[in-house]
């Protein structure tokens, strides 16, 4: 059964950081594009980062660029989002998705592809 399982997330004031966990179980994950999406209440899902499944590549969505980092570490089957100079728009509950295919990463993340397995979200949330 592929199964991922995200956490981290957490209360943090304005300008703080976070670091997301993307666990995968059932599958290796690094044979796979992995993205970072958040929906936010009463707005819809976006991408904000993704990666490819050699690591080479990376997009980031514009109101995280220089402040967000996804990064890959093979020997836990994990995938990190590094949150840093966190506003309180970045509220948000955050899901990692894996994607079989040879995507692009921003087609990834602008939602072309549905995802062979998301995880349950964690909640980050940026407040004074």
């Known amino acids: 059964q592929l199964q991922l399982v995200e956490s981290g997330g957490g209360l943090v004031q304005p300008g703080g950081s976070l670091r997301l966990s993307c666990a995968a179980s059932?599958?290796?994950?690094?044979?796979?594009?992995v993205g970072w999406f958040r929906q936010a209440p009463v707005k819809e899902r976006e991408g904000v980062s993704c990666?490819?499944?050699?690591?080479?590549?990376?997009y980031d969505t514009d109101s995280v660029k220089g402040r967000f980092t996804t990064s890959r570490d093979s020997a836990k089957n994990t995938v990190f989002l590094q949150m840093n100079s966190l506003k309180p728009e970045d509220t948000a509950v955050y899901y990692c998705?894996?994607?079989?295919?040879?995507?692009?990463?921003?087609?990834?993340?602008?939602?072309?592809?549905?995802?062979?397995?998301w995880g349950q979200g964690t909640q980050g949330t940026v407040s004074s």
């Open positions: 059932g599958f290796t994950l690094d044979d796979y594009a």
């Open positions: 990666i490819s499944s050699s690591g080479d590549t990376t």
């Open positions: 998705a894996a994607e079989a295919l040879e995507v692009s990463t921003y087609q990834f993340c602008a939602g072309y592809h549905a995802g062979i397995a």
